[in-house]
């Protein structure tokens, strides 16, 4: 029959007092849960870790998120704030030239009463104009 090959610890225990050897299984199996026990307890404490590395990135990610906040409200009060006062200038510049456009005409109106052949020729001379530069295209 085959002989079951042993292991090194079981060869070198062959000749001590078996006592010796029941208390040396005892101790190892005391530091087995030893063992078990720290590595229970680093897991937990990585839990924690990994925890309390959850919640500050969950704070900082909710004050990152407030300071956007922040700055785009800021930036769009910043643009209403400058649409409304371009709008105004635009407005006011528009009224400006609605007025000249106005007094332009209103001239141009009475000029052509007071003088009215002068204005049919200053007409036609810029129909003319017109005309020449309508040809070329």
Known sequence: MARTPRSAV???????????????QAQIDSLKGDISEIL??????GSATMEAAE???AERLAAL???????????????SDGLGEARARLDS???DARAKVADTRHDIEDYA???PVQAMGISAG?????GLVLARR
């Open 10 to 24: 079981e060869e070198t225990l062959e000749g001590i007092d078996p006592k010796a050897t029941a208390d040396l």
């Open 40 to 45: 229970a307890t680093l897991k937990k404490l």
């Open 55 to 57: 919640e500050e990135g």
């Open 65 to 79: 998120r407030a300071r956007v906040g922040d700055a785009v409200d800021s930036a769009r009060s910043r643009i």
């Open 93 to 95: 510049g528009l009224g």
């Open 113 to 115: 009463q007071r003088k």
């Open 126 to 130: 810029i129909g003319l104009l017109i």
